[in-house]
């Protein structure tokens, strides 16, 4: 997961919320001073957490002098918790929407940015998302500044299977860029993506260069390509090629393993430009969508069920039947055990299992810790425990495994517990934590009808 360090150490200060016996202004404070501390190691602009921490400090003394805590604890809590997800939300939201490609018409995207930050390697990256979605995609190299930058797109986009242009002779930028999107207009490609040349550093030439380009080729959108190892000066880079060119989109670049990326994403916000991509690694699969709200819920391990109904409708793409079938249950919150051991299967098929699961609320966070091949072991286990499952209990909501009292509520677990331990050589501990994970997901996605309902259960669930 990308600022994998950052989440750790937001979820530590707001665990020790949770156990803190009363939530007065001294367990706000330190509360605050652990999630500023956590911020500012990220590069995150001094004055945009001084901002966060007397936004989070007025909201929850209004809402405490309003009497929105009850005088309960856990309410106050909750009034804390939901005034520092939002106040994070606003950090990495610049309350622009961007633009969105249609099918049937061609959308011509424009690639620009500082040579190095990732702009090659993102178009491909770029065309095979929306390949993957349905939209007839390509790429148009209009890069003749780089030696080899043709070479390069030309490999990256067979290996993609996606349709490609340039030249190895024509030297003019804009009449490659010109005539690789006539070619693939008359086509009738869906999206048209244009990779232009970078310099290392803002040059008056790359800046007449991007205009000519984009005169040229009339682009639905242009997109800056950032490297978040600049952290927050990614704000004075996104400014100085604004004032030349005007672009309508973000990608953020490398943001696995760069811990300063906080700060190139809450940077990129303050110019009120939206962020659409994290590239997340050099394979061609490693873009993650961005959107501020689902972004802090996964950095704070609260999964983000929107982005894993997205995941399943890709899936959709191959399997439509079934898959729709499922995205409906998962949207109606009728979940069985059975239904939720498929949507693990999904997840071990999908790729990179750290960036999917955690996008699945009640998966335990260790399944993100160490490598994809640990986390594969973990769910490969827990595919185990359901494998030793009869029909009737998968079909069910995990109810045969409760023990219920007189008045109907659940007492303990059943013998049913110590089979399927036994059966698929587990222990009974695993098989509960199996059980209780379940709960969460079938509770959440029950939730998660309602807009923003997933929010809420996350916050329940703390
Ligand atoms: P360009 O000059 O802007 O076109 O940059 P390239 O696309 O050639 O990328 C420069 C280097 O960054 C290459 O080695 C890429 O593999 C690498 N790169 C691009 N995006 C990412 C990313 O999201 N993560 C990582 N780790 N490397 C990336």
């Given at each position: ?13 707001l665990?020790?919320l949770?156990?803190a ?8 404070d ?6 500023c ?6 590069d ?12 989070v ?10 009497g ?7 309410n106050?809590?909750t009034?804390?918790q939901k005034a ?22 061609p ?13 090659t390697?993102t ?23 780089r ?10 986009a067979?290996?993609a299977?996606v349709?490609?242009?340039g030249?190895y ?30 310099r ?16 040229a080729?009339?682009p639905n ?5 950032l490297?978040?190892?600049?952290g927050?000066a990614?704000e004075?880079?996104?400014?100085a ?21 906080g700060?190139a ?8 430009t ?13 873009l993650?969508k961005?959107?501020?709200?689902p ?6 391990g609260l999964?983000d069920?929107?982005g894993?109904?997205?995941?399943m ?7 439509p039947d079934?898959q ?15 239904d ?27 399944i993100?810790?160490?490598s ?8 490969k286990?827990?595919i185990y425990i ?7 209990e998968?079909?069910?909501d ?21 089979r ?5 050589g587990?222990?009974?501990r ?7 994970q379940?709960r969460?997901?079938a ?8 807009k ?8 329940k669930?703390?």
């Amino acid at each position: 997961m990308v600022l994998a360090d950052l989440g750790r150490k937001l979820n530590a200060a707001l665990s020790s919320l949770n156990r803190a016996p009363v939530v007065d202004e001294k367990v706000l404070d330190a509360l605050l001073k652990e999630v500023c501390a956590a911020l500012l190691e990220s590069d995150v602009n001094v004055k945009l957490v001084a901002s966060l921490r007397q936004k989070v400090k007025a909201k929850v003394k209004a809402s405490f002098e309003g009497g929105a805590d009850k005088g309960k604890e856990t309410n106050r809590k909750t009034v804390v918790q939901k005034a520092i997800f939002d106040e994070l939300v606003q950090l990495v939201d610049p309350g622009v929407e961007p633009y969105k490609p249609k099918k049937g018409q061609p959308n011509v995207i424009m690639a620009v940015g500082l040579q190095g930050n990732g702009k090659t390697t993102t178009c491909t990256k770029l065309a095979v998302y929306y390949q993957k979605r349905g939209f007839k995609s390509c790429i148009v190299c209009a890069d003749t500044f780089r030696a080899g930058a043709f070479d390069q797109t030309r490999q990256s986009a067979t290996k993609a299977k996606v349709a490609y242009f340039g030249s190895y002779t024509e030297t003019d930028p804009v009449a490659i860029a010109a005539q690789g999107v006539a070619k693939f207009k008359k086509e009738r490609f869906d999206v048209i993506i244009v990779d232009t040349s970078g310099r290392h550093k803002q040059e008056s030439e790359l800046f007449q260069e991007m205009v000519q380009i984009g005169e040229a080729v009339k682009p639905n959108m242009t997109v800056l390509v950032l490297d978040a190892s600049i952290g927050q000066a990614a704000e004075a880079q996104a400014h100085a090629f604004k004032d030349s060119a005007d672009f309508g989109a973000i990608i953020v670049t490398k943001m696995d393993g760069h811990a300063k990326g906080g700060g190139a994403i809450s940077a990129v916000a303050v110019t009120k430009t939206p962020i659409i991509f994290l590239g997340v690694g050099e394979h061609l699969h490693d873009l993650d969508k961005f959107a501020p709200q689902p972004f802090i819920s996964k950095l704070l391990g609260l999964g983000d069920v929107q982005g894993l109904m997205e995941h399943m409708q890709d899936i959709a793409i191959q399997n439509p039947d079934k898959q729709k079938e499922m995205a409906k249950k998962l949207e109606e919150g009728k979940l069985s055990i059975r239904d939720w051991r498929e949507q693990i299967q999904n997840v071990m098929n999908m790729g990179p299992i750290s960036k999917i699961a955690s996008m699945i609320p009640g998966l335990p966070q260790d399944i993100m810790q160490g490598s994809d091949e640990e986390g594969a072991l973990r769910m490969k286990r827990m595919i185990y425990i359901t494998d030793s499952m009869t029909s009737r209990e998968l079909d069910s909501d995990g109810a045969p495994f409760l023990e219920h009292g007189k008045d109907g509520k659940p007492v303990g677990l059943t013998w049913r517990v110590t089979r399927v331990a036994r059966g698929s050589g587990t222990s009974v501990r695993e098989v509960e934590e199996l059980l209780c994970q379940y709960r969460m997901m079938a509770n959440m996605a029950k939730q998660a009808g309602g807009k923003n309902g997933w929010l809420q259960a996350a916050q329940k669930i703390q």
